[in-house]
């Protein structure tokens, strides 16, 4: 026997079902995020055809979850001491590509010699953290490749230690982040300074950068060996500039491979590393990336084209 219905339940009935649908709609039908303004004077719009290219995953959340060491000036830091929003070079190209995706690129603090394994741990969908494309890194993560910069040495100002050579640093202590391709690179100093009959570079390992800075500063150690946009950007603000100097060239820093920095993608998310390097690419096209690094002034570290594993070493 059917049972009488109301025209007021049927009502109520159609705008639980409106409601419903408003709120619980499958990953396809998901609204995508509208433009994003990224820099006061770069708006970035959603592309549809690049947000069908994403895991269904991502889709669903409309989130991509990033892995940044911070601080890592000026790629990745806080706006304001003690704060937590972040800025940076990574920060402002990810809201970019994210907003190309129609997703969000939620970055989240993670120690850099820890990043790899939460990705492969499933805590994270990428890595941005000025994190050199390496060979050995491969394995663990696919890259995007977005930048690329060499080595510099952090010194402390007028440079004082004298160092105009890398085997200047040879039987002196210096500093350097755990887990980086520049503590990699200074272990291969090495063999100058044997070679040479010196005593070996008493190489000083740090959990942040900003630990070995503050170990410049306090005389632990002679310089700081690190990505040379950061230390140019750390010589030119700390204490209004009158804190530290940089050293640069590969005279000074020794011979290094051209590998690029790269967005590490976990491998088993398909379909997001093409999504990436399109979306990097449309940006690219479009003169968005070059206005990203135009507002930290490092248009030398731009590459011409997004390329995946592009890893010389």
């Known amino acids: 026997m059917r049972s009488h219905v109301t ?18 709609g499958t990953a396809d039908s998901r609204p995508t995020p509208g433009p994003v303004a990224v820099l006061p004077d770069l708006t970035v719009e959603p592309d549809p055809q ?41 920060y402002d190209l990810g809201q970019a590509i994210g907003a190309r995706l129609g997703v969000r690129f939620d970055f989240k603090a993670q120690k850099f010699d820890g990043i790899l394994p939460a990705v492969q741990a499933g805590k994270f969908d990428a890595v941005m953290s000025a994190m050199t494309d390496k060979t050995a890194r491969q394995k663990s993560v696919d890259f995007v ?29 210096v500093g350097v982040q755990t887990g980086t391709n520049h503590q990699k690179l200074l272990q291969q100093r090495q063999r100058l300074c044997e070679a040479k009959g010196l005593p070996p ?24 060996y690190l990505d040379e946009v950061t230390a140019a950007y750390v010589a030119s603000t700390a204490d209004g500039g009158n ?40 940006l690219m096209d479009d003169g968005s990336y070059l206005k990203i690094l135009g507002k ?8 011409p084209k997004a390329t995946v594993n592009g890893a010389l070493d």
């Open 201 to 224: 570079i008493r190489i000083l390992t740090f959990s942040k950068d900003s630990e070995a800075q503050l170990a410049l500063r306090s005389g632990k150690v002679v310089a700081d």
């Open 50 to 90: 690049l947000h069908a290219m994403l895991p269904e995953s991502i889709r669903t959340t409309n989130t991509v979850r990033v892995a940044t060491d911070i601080p890592y000036p000026p790629f990745e830091m806080y706006a304001n001491e003690g704060g937590k929003q972040i800025t940076g070079i990574d």
């Open 7 to 24: 025209p007021a339940v049927v009502l109520a009935a159609v705008a639980a079902l409106a409601v419903s649908a408003c709120t619980t």
């Open 296 to 303: 930290y002034k490092v248009l030398n570290i731009a590459i």
């Open 145 to 173: 490749d977005y930048l690329n910069a060499g080595p510099g040495w952090l010194v402390a100002k007028g440079n004082p230690a004298g160092i105009t050579v890398v085997t200047d640093v040879c039987g002196k202590p």
């Open 243 to 282: 804190a530290f100097s940089t050293v640069t060239g590969r005279a000074a820093v020794g011979e290094y491979s051209a590998s690029p920095m790269g967005i590490g993608i976990a491998k088993d998310h398909a379909g997001l590393k093409e999504a990436v390097r399109a979306a990097l690419q449309s």
